[in-house]
């Protein structure tokens, strides 16, 4: 596709993986005008992908239309009604991405590799709430542990609530290399990560 001498136009779209890159990349010290011409967009959009709060690997979208755009994966999804998103990694490889609500309790899953063992959920394509609460639970300590309350107030959480500890350990097990990437879309909210 031929680019006027302005290079006016509508600028490529990022996806997600490339952003990660960007920000791996950003963090590492190169500059975002230099990024910006390796990546062929303008500096003021990708100051714009670079400036989504986020708390460690946790980020928060206060704008539907940055949660749209996230969420873009999804087709036929009303992204609004869900307030999470998950991206189960492997390593650095996303391998299932995850919209929940808690409030509807419903869960949709898109997975982007071939390997079932790597999903969130296996072969199973259309996963129900118990499928992902038993992910939930699959991906923090057994409820039945040794000294269970004092593992949980190591990192810091009240009682067992899968969610929670996920929030804080990311799902990260000794066993293998999976984890979890999380999102919120919380609009109107504000929090610290705004500031």
């Not at 062929?40 to 714009?48: A, E, F, W, Y």
């Not at 989504?52 to 206060?62: L, S």
């Not at 009303?78 to 299932?96: F, L, T």
């Not at 040794?146 to 009682?159: M, P, T, Y």
């Amino acid at each position: 596709m031929a680019q006027n001498e302005r290079g006016a136009g509508r600028k490529p779209t990022l996806s997600e993986e490339t952003l990660q890159e960007i920000r791996r990349r950003h963090e590492a010290g190169e500059t975002i005008t230099a990024l910006a011409q390796v990546y062929g967009v303008s500096r003021q959009t990708l100051h714009n992908y670079l400036k989504e709060p986020k708390e460690g690997h946790r980020r928060i979208y206060r704008s539907l239309k940055q949660w749209q755009r996230l969420n873009r994966d999804f087709p036929g999804v009303d992204v609004q009604d869900y307030m999470i998103r998950m991206d189960y990694m492997n390593g650095d490889e996303c391998c299932s991405r995850l919209l929940v609500s808690f409030q509807k309790r419903q869960v949709v899953a898109e997975n982007t590799t071939d390997v079932p063992f790597h999903r969130a959920f296996g072969m199973k394509a259309k996963p129900t709430w118990e499928d992902f609460e038993e992910f939930l639970e699959d991906r923090c300590m057994p409820r039945t542990r040794d000294h269970l309350r004092l593992v949980l107030e190591e990192i810091g959480v009240d009682s067992y609530d899968p969610m929670a500890i996920i929030e804080k350990t990311q799902g990260r097990m000794a066993e293998d290399q999976q984890w979890l990437k999380l999102s919120y879309f919380a609009p109107g909210q504000e929090c610290e990560s705004d500031a």
